[in-house]
């Protein structure tokens, strides 16, 4: 049972929004981080929301490797695609004008493509395609991340969880968005454990020696050293399919640096040659098609609805009480905390409690 305490979507919301700007993001900049962030626990997706505030936005600008300020320069841009550089700013900020601008150019010629270069973390990757959902258009992202993944028969981590996340628009209360690593878990997971005091479970990770590895807090050290790595969706060799899943990230690390020019694999570590913290300069894709190019969206929506229910509906495996499609259990989370809040286990309580005290910030908690 979850005992955590709930923060109201509002409180935390104006405390996020005041704590970033606390620490230098303006503030319409801070409105779109602060959303990002709650939008992952809303969709119940935890280990992208209020859990990675402190150690992955707030700690990277005081190291001096994240700027809060987002210089966005546009290196090129024809009817139907761009190329943007965010000079080492806010992912979520350069993630957030990519999108729009996808939408805007996909509205006039049918489809668009957006490439971003020397950009950082940019949340939860399903929330930009639901941007596309919202506006009645296919969304398409991806990104390439910090090296965690290692090839098949290889034990080096070399490429990031690199997600290939898809959303489309339904005739349903909720758009089907498939978000997820091409890797069996993400770094971001393994974060969570270790906060809660969990192993990661085996078969996830692999060590150098190509042992596998769960102790969380030390795989967390190890990817950072280069002594353990996530094992690719479908698992460690060729027998279950881990090829597909190296396969695909590898494509995702093209499509995140290749267009724009732009850092890949082992540039990606955030370390330089002398062992100190730089940025990541990471990539990002947008890719957002128009219904209404094909035979309209209504129709679109109508099928894409009508294949989900049927799946839904197909025949269940024996003690099974249903079958879900993507993105229908983060509308249940949502449904189930829109009245509650955010729920806060007691580590980024103290991280909350450490940031309000630092910046000033007149905020009271319930969980105080």
């Not at 509002?10 to 993001?25: E, Q, W």
């Not at 990104?143 to 981590?157: D, H, K, L």
């Not at 070399?158 to 959303?167: A, D, E, F």
């Amino acid at each position: 049972m979850d005992n955590r305490p709930y923060v109201s979507w509002d409180l935390m919301n104006s405390f996020l929004i005041d704590a970033f700007a606390g620490y230098g993001v303006p503030r319409e900049d801070a409105e779109i981080c602060a959303d990002v962030l709650l939008e992952s626990d809303r969709r119940g997706i935890e280990s992208h929301g209020c859990n990675r505030f402190k150690p992955i936005y707030i700690d990277r600008i005081v190291d001096g490797i994240l700027k809060p300020v987002t210089k966005i320069d546009i290196l090129k841009d024809t009817p139907a695609t761009a190329v943007l550089d965010a000079n080492d700013g806010m992912g979520m900020v350069v993630s957030h004008k990519a999108m729009i601008m996808a939408i805007e150019k996909a509205r006039k010629y049918g489809l668009s493509m957006i490439a971003v270069r020397n950009s950082s973390h940019y949340g939860i990757a399903g929330y930009w395609v639901t941007m596309a959902t919202k506006a009645g258009m296919i969304g398409i992202t991806g990104t390439n991340a910090r090296p965690s993944i290692a090839p098949t028969f290889g034990v080096e981590n070399m490429l990031g969880t690199n997600p290939l996340t898809v959303g489309f628009p339904t005739d349903e209360e909720f758009p089907f968005v498939l978000d997820c690593a091409t890797s069996i878990t993400q770094r971001g997971k393994i974060e969570y454990y270790a906060r809660n005091g969990m192993d990661t479970p085996k078969g996830m990770v692999i060590g150098e020696n190509g042992e596998a590895m769960t102790d969380s807090p030390q795989i967390l050290k190890d990817l950072v050293s280069g002594k353990a790595a996530l094992a690719p969706l479908g698992g460690i060799g060729e027998e279950l399919g881990g090829y597909k899943g190296y396969g695909y990230a590898t494509v995702i690390e093209v499509l995140s640096a290749a267009l724009q020019a732009g850092s890949f694999l082992k540039m990606l570590t955030g370390i330089d040659v002398e062992g100190k913290k730089v940025p990541y300069r990471l990539g990002h894709f947008f890719i957002v098609i128009d219904p209404e190019a094909f035979l309209g969206l209504d129709s679109f929506k109508k099928t894409c609805g009508d294949i989900l229910r049927q799946l839904r509906t197909s025949k269940k495996a024996p003690g099974q009480e249903r079958i879900y499609t993507a993105g229908e259990k983060e509308y249940l989370a949502w449904l189930e905390r829109k009245d509650k809040g955010v729920p806060v286990g007691e580590s980024v309580q103290k991280e909350i409690i450490e940031i309000r005290d630092k910046l000033g910030l007149p905020y009271m908690f319930p969980f105080e």
